[in-house]
Each structure stands twice: as structure tokens, then as C-alpha cells.
């Protein structure tokens, strides 16, 4: 697989990395060989987070006998020098290794994110003094939001950027990834299928080949599903008449306020699971009426009229979406259509 250097970092990684989200939902030994599937494809970056439960774990299993062929990154969503501290040493027993090659400040996605991770006394220096203890080699951050990602960049203090790039959500390339490339800031891309929005890999992909000095991360749920990424990478395939009708398709079918999947408004009191109901009007088009109308799909949309209008899930949103308007309207397109569906079959 073909690599390219992360920025000022210096690191030469593959083209494509494995995102650690998807691996805490399999059973573990699944998890695990879906990692090692991917080392052995020759992928060589790793990007994990303490925010991902049992995937740091994972991946320390995996990759025992290997770590040190691979550039491991890991996260901390911790806002205080104290608790950054506690993530560190925790990532490093649970990946089993004595230093990450990149650690990262997780969604750092509003100014006061950023005031508190460079505090004195606060997160930034103290993994700066992890740097000179030889627990990390970089620093990088990760954001949701352009503007504060934008402002990271000119403090001058972070050596990689992480942010979410697609055919649907191209904004990042405007300003923010011009930016990173003039200051030689090491440019990370998550999200290249939408957190899941967008189901076929090739256009997802296909579209992000013109980025050529960009490391793309991608969640693997399922033995197999790397292999046919690498595929694609590698084919370098311009996309064809067809994919680029296909690709407008989609992104007027979606629109521009969607929901990216990353469940940045969590935890919801009442249990309500946001991201899956956002995702409804969608599903409604693209899946079997069996899957949505029955079992696990129809539970949760029951859930909606729980809501109790706390609007702690609008707070939390990088993209400031109107969650509580959406999953009504979420929720009164599903009825009527699963009335629709039932009717049909009656
Ligand atoms: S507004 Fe509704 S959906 Fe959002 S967190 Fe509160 S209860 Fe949950
Ligand atoms: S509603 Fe916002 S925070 Fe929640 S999953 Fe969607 S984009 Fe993320």
C-alpha cells in the first residue's frame, strides 16, 4: 500500500489507516482478527480513542508481537491535565506498549474545547512533558467543527489534524485542508463514508483520491470489508459518468444539515437513540420494509415520544442540528409509512 508522509510529524503511513470505532460492537475475537485482516492487507496506522470503550484493548491484543512495524494513535476527550494524564497511562496498558506515535486531543469542537485543552497546567502540557518522557511522539487534535479546528491549527501547537471529509461533506477542503498543507500540518480524514450515510465505498473512496497527501481512516465492522477498500485504493479508477450521477444523487437526497452518525449527543437521558432515528428517512428509501418495520428499528423509534425537550442533545452537537424538530419529523414520516407498508400487506 502506498504512503505518504504525515506533515511536519515526519511519519510515513499508509495511504489508508484503520479507524478503531466498529471494533467495539463485534464479539473480540472478531475484533481482533478483523485488526490483524488489516495489518496483514499492510496497513500501518492505527487510530484508536479512550473514548471507544473496549477498542484500545482490542487492538492491544491484536497487535501484540507487531507494534512496533505500526504507527499507533490514540485519543483523550479529557478536558483537565489530570485526567489526560490518567488516559495516557491507561492507552498504553491497554494497547500494551510503552509510547503512541500520535496522541490526540478527541473533538475538540468549540473555543472553550480549545482554551481548555492549552490551559496552563492542563492538558496540552502535560502531554508535552509525555513527549519528553517518551510516552508520545506527536501531538494532534480532532474536530468536528471547522473554524475551531482552523484556530488549532494557527496556535502553532499541534502537528496533525483530524477532521471528517466526503462527496457529501466537502467543506474541510475549502479553507481547512489548504491551511494545514501551507503550515505542513499532518492531515488525518475521518468519516469518508459519513459515519455510515453512505453505503458504497467505491464512489466514497473514488472521490477521495484526489486528495493524494491525505491519511484516510476507515471503520472496519466485518472481516472482508478492508480487502475490498484496499482494492479500490489501489485500482485508482477515475470515477466513471455513472458514479458522478450517482454521487449528485446522494448528496441531494441527503442534503447538507445530516446527521454525520457520531453520537456527539450522547448520552440522552430518556434513552433515545438520536443518530439511528436521524438516519430513518433515509433507511426508509434504501432498506428492506422488513428490517425497519420490525424488531430492533421499530423499538427505538417508540422511543421518540419520550423526549422530554431537555435539548442537552442540540448542546452537544458539533453540527447544531435541530435534533428534537428531526426526530419528530423523523418519526411522523416513519408511521406513516410503516401504515403505508402495513396496509399494503393487509
Ligand atoms: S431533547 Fe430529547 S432527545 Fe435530546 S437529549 Fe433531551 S430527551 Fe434526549
Ligand atoms: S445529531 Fe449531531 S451529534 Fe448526534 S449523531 Fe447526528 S451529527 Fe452527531
Redesign the pocket.
Known amino acids: 500500500m502506498e504512503k505518504i508522509r504525515l506533515g511536519k510529524t515526519g511519519l510515513k503511513v499508509t495511504k489508508i489507516g484503520f479507524g478503531g470505532i466498529p471494533i467495539q460492537t463485534p464479539p473480540e475475537e472478531i475484533a481482533i482478527r478483523i485488526v490483524q485482516e488489516s495489518l496483514d492487507l499492510g496497513i500501518k496506522f492505527i487510530d484508536t480513542s479512550r473514548m471507544y470503550t473496549c477498542s484500545e484493548e482490542r487492538i492491544g491484543k491484536a497487535i501484540a508481537g507487531r507494534r512496533e512495524d505500526l504507527v499507533l494513535a490514540t485519543k483523550s476527550a479529557s478536558r483537565t491535565g489530570e485526567a489526560v494524564a490518567a488516559d495516557l497511562e491507561t492507552s498504553l496498558k491497554n494497547l500494551r506498549t510503552d509510547y503512541v506515535d500520535l496522541y490526540q486531543f478527541h473533538n475538540v469542537s468549540s473555543e472553550e474545547n480549545l482554551q481548555a485543552v492549552l490551559a496552563p497546567g492542563g492538558p496540552y502540557e502535560v502531554v508535552r512533558k509525555a513527549c519528553d518522557a517518551g510516552k508520545v511522539r506527536h501531538i494532534g487534535i480532532t474536530s468536528h467543527r471547522l473554524s475551531v479546528a482552523k484556530e488549532a491549527l494557527l496556535t502553532g501547537c499541534f502537528e496533525t489534524v483530524m477532521v471528517g471529509l466526503n462527496f457529501v461533506n466537502t467543506e474541510a477542503a475549502e479553507e481547512l485542508i489548504p491551511l494545514a498543507r501551507q503550515r505542513d500540518i499532518g492531515i488525518i480524514i475521518m468519516k469518508p463514508m459519513a459515519g455510515g450515510m453512505l453505503e458504497k465505498p467505491a464512489l466514497a473512496f473514488k472521490y477521495l483520491q484526489q486528495f493524494t497527501d491525505v491519511l484516510t481512516l476507515i471503520g472496519i465492522a466485518r472481516p472482508g470489508e478492508m480487502a475490498e477498500v484496499i482494492r479500490i485504493v489501489e485500482a485508482a479508477e477515475p470515477l466513471t459518468a455513472e458514479e458522478l450521477k450517482d454521487m449528485e444523487r446522494i448528496r441531494e437526497e441527503l442534503g447538507s444539515g445530516f446527521c454525520r452518525m457520531c453520537n456527539y449527543?450522547q448520552?440522552?437521558?430518556?434513552q433515545?437513540l438520536?443518530s439511528a432515528i436521524m438516519y430513518t428517512p433515509v433507511a426508509l428509501n434504501r432498506f428492506d420494509p422488513e428490517r425497519i418495520f420490525k424488531g430492533e428499528w421499530d423499538k427505538f423509534m417508540q422511543k421518540i415520544p419520550?423526549?422530554?425537550?431537555?435539548?442537552?442533545?442540540?448542546k452537544r452537537c458539533p453540527y447544531e442540528l435541530p435534533?428534537?424538530e428531526r426526530?419528530r419529523e423523523a418519526g411522523k414520516q416513519y408511521y406513516a409509512a410503516r401504515e403505508a407498508y402495513l396496509a399494503g400487506r393487509r
Open positions: 449527543c448520552p440522552c437521558p430518556q433515545i438520536i419520550d423526549c422530554i425537550d431537555c435539548g442537552e442533545c442540540e435534533i428534537r426526530i
